[in-house]
């Protein structure tokens, strides 16, 4: 997700199925057009690149799956706003895990949620429809016609609600897609769609124990989070605003304060939030996030450097509309020399390139190449690129 460096996205890693509620600006909750729940499970679809989970599988490893499935999708429906649509996939291929996942939810909805027909939108992938009948098993391959056969040892992994019924046909389950490994020669996997035809109150007493978490009940994965406090550049550290002000001139930098913000507890940087994403930040200030936006701006350590701050060159293209000044376009052999040695010595670049690095003078100057930016600091000697390893191997192979 980070790699998509968009100022929209807002990363957390809470548990789905208690992931929080948060609101809107007027106070109303917060709702989503678009939810992908790709599920933990058994990942019995994934034998063919993993064949050691067929050794160790059984049906009480779906079974158990089962119950955080459903809790997780059901927590997805509920905060999927009304025409929404969300993505239950797994990478199993036993219909406890898929099909009876979706039944029961639909089931709940009384109407409220339908399966949405996927076919003839993926032309050349092939997948067959959903089934509306299975076999309900123990650990021990032990089968069961119904729950009241279900002994009370084994009802911990089989609830009532694993069994299909009259009512299952007519939920139209053959929309969902079940992927096997021999139709597209890959791994199996299921995905289902649903859209929120209306908001219901779920039939399930458990859905509705479930529906309102705010934000102290959450539970994180882990526990390293940053608070999602993202705080306004003006706020509390006048150290950075005023740095902010001369880099800006620096570039010519055209972009409003106000959609650059930073996390309290890392001052230094600054991140490109769009309008959004910043009224969830300014409305639901206690959620922990990972990320929030992308890092546009961090603190220049170089004692020769003529700003205080430095761009980060993974998300600089954002903003290449956006800078006037300091900006060098280069030909593609110079950019290949630029991203083959760091640094790269002068004299590798051409006596053009040189004449106008000159004529910039000499500190930090941004490189372009076709629509990439990249920053990088200049001596008389060399130009040195503040860019990854990684990321000079992936623009060699671009120009090669
Ligand atoms: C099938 S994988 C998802 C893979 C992911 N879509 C991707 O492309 O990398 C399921 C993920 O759910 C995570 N997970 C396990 N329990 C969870 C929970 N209660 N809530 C949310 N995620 C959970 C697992 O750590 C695992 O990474």
Do not use: P, V
């Given at each position: 997700m980070k790699l998509f460096s968009s100022p929209c996205i807002l990363i957390t890693n809470f548990k789905g199925q208690s992931f929080p509620s948060l609101q809107n600006k007027d106070g109303s909750p917060l709702l989503y057009d678009r939810i992908v729940c790709d599920v933990p499970c058994s990942g019995d679809g994934t034998i063919r690149k993993n064949p050691n989970i067929w050794n160790n599988w059984n049906p009480g490893r779906g079974n158990h799956r089962y119950f955080l499935q459903l809790k997780i999708a059901r927590r997805g429906v509920q905060l999927l706003k009304e025409g929404g649509l969300m993505a239950y996939s797994s990478c199993a291929i036993n219909q406890i895990e898929n099909e009876c996942v979706i039944a029961q939810l639909l089931e709940e909805s009384n109407g409220g949620l339908e399966l949405v027909?996927?076919?003839?939108?993926?032309?050349?992938l092939n997948f067959l429809p959903g089934l509306d009948d299975w076999c309900v098993f123990d650990t021990q391959m032990n089968q069961y016609k119904d729950y009241s056969q279900v002994p009370e040892n084994r009802r911990s992994q089989i609830c009532p609600e694993m069994f299909p019924t009259e009512k299952t046909k007519t939920l139209k389950l053959d929309r969902s897609m079940r992927f096997l490994p021999h139709l597209n020669d890959d791994g199996g996997f299921f995905v289902a769609i649903l859209r929120k035809t209306r908001h219901y109150e779920s039939k399930s007493a458990a859905a509705k124990i479930s529906c309102d978490i705010p934000l102290g009940d959450s539970t994180k994965i882990e526990n390293h989070n940053l608070k999602f406090n993202l705080t306004h550049l003006r706020d509390k550290k006048p150290v950075l605003s005023e740095s902010f002000g001369g880099f800006k001139q620096f570039y010519g930098l055209n972009v409003s304060e106000e959609n650059l913000l930073r996390w309290s507890d890392c001052e230094e940087s600054l991140y490109l939030v769009s309008d959004g994403l910043k009224s969830v930040a300014e409305h639901n200030g206690h959620i922990q996030a990972t990320l929030a936006g992308c890092k546009m701006v961090e603190k220049e350590?170089?004692?020769?450097?003529?700003?205080k701050l430095r761009f980060v060159s993974n998300n600089l293209h954002l903003l290449s509309e956006r800078i006037s000044k300091r900006i060098l376009t280069v030909d593609r052999k110079d950019f290949r020399a630029l991203v083959s040695s760091k640094p790269v010595a002068m004299e590798s670049l051409s006596t053009e390139t040189i004449g106008r690095i000159k004529d910039l003078d000499y500190g930090e100057i941004l490189f372009r190449y076709e629509d990439i930016l990249i920053p990088t600091f200049v001596s008389r000697q060399k130009v040195e690129a503040y860019i990854s390893n990684s990321a000079c191997e992936s623009f060699k192979l671009l120009v090669d």
């Open positions: 027909d996927m076919r003839d939108k993926f032309k050349g350590y170089r004692n020769s450097a003529k700003t």
